[in-house]
């Protein structure tokens, strides 16, 4: 079992950064993949970055790479999404989940645990 909470979400105007993290307690957090979703209101959960246990595999929706960075540190149980030059239309609920494997890193449904979540507005 994984526990895993999101903290770091609030308003930013556009332009702007944010930094999430997402804490994990209970099973050895190092073994499992752990990705980052968003949703916003009306739309479909979809995927913005995930990365493997040991950091070496990385996975960036075509969105945001060159402007988010996914990173981890197992010392801390912690996976830190970092997010740059944030659009009005990237205001959603971002979430972070894990897995111990899974073949695409980028499919909600193949992840077993989540977070309760975190708000990131971006203010035109």
């Known amino acids: 079992q994984v526990q895993l909470v999101e903290s770091g979400g609030g308003l930013v105007q556009t332009g702007g950064s944010l930094r999430l993290s997402c804490a994990a307690s209970?099973?050895?957090?190092?073994?499992?993949?752990v990705g980052w979703f968003r949703q916003a209101p009306g739309k479909e959960r979809e995927s913005v970055a995930a990365i493997s246990g040991t950091g070496r595999i990385i996975y960036y929706a075509d969105s945001v790479k060159g402007r988010f960075t996914i990173s981890r540190d197992n010392t801390k149980n912690t996976v830190y999404l970092q997010m740059n030059s944030l659009k009005p239309e990237e205001t959603a609920v971002y979430y972070c989940a894990a897995v111990y494997r899974t073949s695409n890193y980028a499919d909600p449904g193949g992840y077993d645990y989540w977070g309760q979540g975190t708000q990131v507005t971006v203010s035109s």
């Open positions: 209970g099973s050895t957090f190092s073994i499992y993949t």
